[in-house]
């Protein structure tokens, strides 16, 4: 990396994802000089730490990037659409973790292990969008299969953790634990039945397909990160009561026949991927492994008898940190290492 220093905004701050673009920044040592943290009224003056130093959030505005860098965009795809455009004309580029341009033909979609390429195109509106982190996850572990035999069609169900729901839905499901162990009445907020002990087929709302937004995500951003429109994918996503972590079933079919043994040789060597493979001893993925874990877990290898030419995966992986911080702070090294 550079010895440059860069001026870096975190809008959403005090959230979920951008608490963990903080230890992400400081995990990995990104080079910075100053950081900037914005975030609602609700917050300004409330001190963050980072590094030993405090830092008192300030107000999310337009004008509010001045001399910065690189702008990393956590607080909703309304707040992106309203302040990203002004950050980039104060001269940063923008890494934006809302859906409000992944699919923007004109904006690159990135994970850096798949498509980094993508980024060049930053220059025309100054912004990357980072996708969602379902898509995220599954496509680090797609992509050494995807330039080996091909993929035709996925079929993938999810099991979500609830802090992609934000620090608000990790307080409901503890608090809905807690009073089912007093014995009290459950309360739902956050979302439309109890989550706690229970599996919700539904994340965001639903189309008029019948598939829910989050569903389609999947489908729309991958066929735009492999750069592909023929391949065939449908999506199940369900919410789950885990805190953090969320875990995949991936039923892959491929162009060319592919073995579990390769396609195991494949994942032991992929970028961001760890094989967790050897269930006779009870080794698999697991969303209470992936906790604070850079990687993501693939086990569960075996061959799809049912088709000619299938794979089938258990993906895991930290929502909070692959899934958006990390993958953020991700792009972010890249565009310092190559455009900057
Ligand atoms: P969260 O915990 O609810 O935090 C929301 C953040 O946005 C807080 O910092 C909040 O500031 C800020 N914010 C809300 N309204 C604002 C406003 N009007 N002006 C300025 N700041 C405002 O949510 P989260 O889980 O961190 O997620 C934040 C966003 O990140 C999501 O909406 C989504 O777009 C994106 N996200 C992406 C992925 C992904 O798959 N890549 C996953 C999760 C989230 P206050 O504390 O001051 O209210
Ligand atoms: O539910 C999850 O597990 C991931 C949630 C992501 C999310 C939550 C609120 C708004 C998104 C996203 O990243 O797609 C958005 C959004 O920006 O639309």
């Known amino acids: 990396m550079s010895e440059k220093k860069y001026n870096v905004a975190i809008a959403g701050a005090t959230g979920a994802v951008g608490g963990a673009m903080l230890e992400v920044l400081k995990r990995r040592d990104f080079p910075i000089n ?152 459950l309360e739902a907020s956050v979302y439309p039945h109890q989550i706690a002990f229970n599996c919700l087929p539904q994340i965001d709302s639903f189309l008029d397909n019948g598939y829910t937004k989050e569903e389609m995500k999947m489908v729309n951003e991958t066929r735009k990160i492999f750069e592909d429109d023929s391949i065939g994918i449908t999506a199940t996503t369900v919410r789950v009561p885990v805190f953090y972590g969320h875990s995949e079933s991936v039923n892959v079919e491929t162009k060319h026949k592919i073995t579990s043994a390769e396609v195991k040789e494949l994942m032991a060597s992929a970028p961001g991927v760890k094989l967790v493979d050897n269930p006779e001893n009870g080794e698999y993925p697991l969303a209470t492994a992936c906790e604070g874990e850079f990687d993501t877990l693939v086990g569960r290898i075996r061959e799809d008898d049912s088709i000619e030419n299938g794979i089938n995966l258990w993906v895991v992986s930290d929502n909070i940190l692959k899934g958006a911080a990390l993958n953020a702070v991700q792009i972010a090294e890249t565009f310092i290492q190559n455009y900057k």
């Open 34 to 185: 100053e950081l900037r943290l914005l975030a609602s009224e609700r917050s300004v003056g409330k001190k963050l730490k980072f590094q030993g130093e405090e830092i008192a959030v300030q107000l999310l505005s337009e004008d509010a990037f001045e001399g910065i860098d690189i702008a990393l965009f956590s607080a909703g795809a309304t707040r992106s659409l309203d302040f990203a455009p002004a950050a980039a004309k104060a001269g940063a580029v923008v890494i934006d973790n809302s859906s409000a341009y992944r699919m923007d033909p004109e904006i690159p979609l990135v994970v850096p292990e798949v498509n980094p390429h993508a980024i060049a195109d930053y220059k025309k509106h100054g912004i990357i969008a980072n996708p969602n982190c379902s898509t995220i996850q599954m496509l680090v572990a797609l992509k050494p299969i995807l330039d080996k035999v091909g993929i035709k069609r996925l079929v993938i169900s999810t099991y979500q953790a609830v802090s992609g729901s934000g620090a608000k839905a990790i307080e409901e499901l503890d608090a809905q634990v807690k009073a089912y162990a007093a014995g009290d009445p």
